[in-house]
Nanobody, 116 residues
């Protein structure tokens, strides 16, 4: 059974930075594609970025050049470095992995609030 635990959210002013962390327990972290999603209040959850087992990354257009996803397989952790934050980045951020087509795991979420 895979468990994901996020941390690192908080309140920051526009232009500031935060780094989110997500630790996986159980399963084979190094083999998994790891992703970050976010859900603004009253809106649907949306994909933010993912990193493949070989380190290749992809980002939604609105965060390109500002967010960086990375992973450390030694500590089973995926990170999301968020720079030049904007009020529109305010959301609950979730870590996700889908090791197989029939498995889909989410963390509990961490709140990021960006004030203008």
């Amino acid at each position: 059974q895979v468990q994901l635990v996020e941390s690192g959210g908080g309140l920051v002013q526009a232009g500031g930075s935060l780094r989110l962390s997500c630790v996986q327990s159980g399963g084979r972290f190094s083999a998994n594609v790891m992703a970050w999603y976010r859900q603004p209040a009253g809106k649907q959850r949306e994909w933010v970025a993912h990193i493949q087992a070989d380190g290749r990354t992809n980002y939604r257009d609105s965060v390109k050049g500002r967010f960086t996803i990375s992973r450390d397989n030694n500590v089973n952790t995926v990170y999301l470095q968020m720079d030049n934050l904007k009020p529109d980045d305010t959301a609950v951020y979730y870590c996700n992995t889908q090791p197989t087509p029939w498995e889909n795991y989410w963390g509990q979420g961490t709140q990021v609030t960006v004030s203008s």
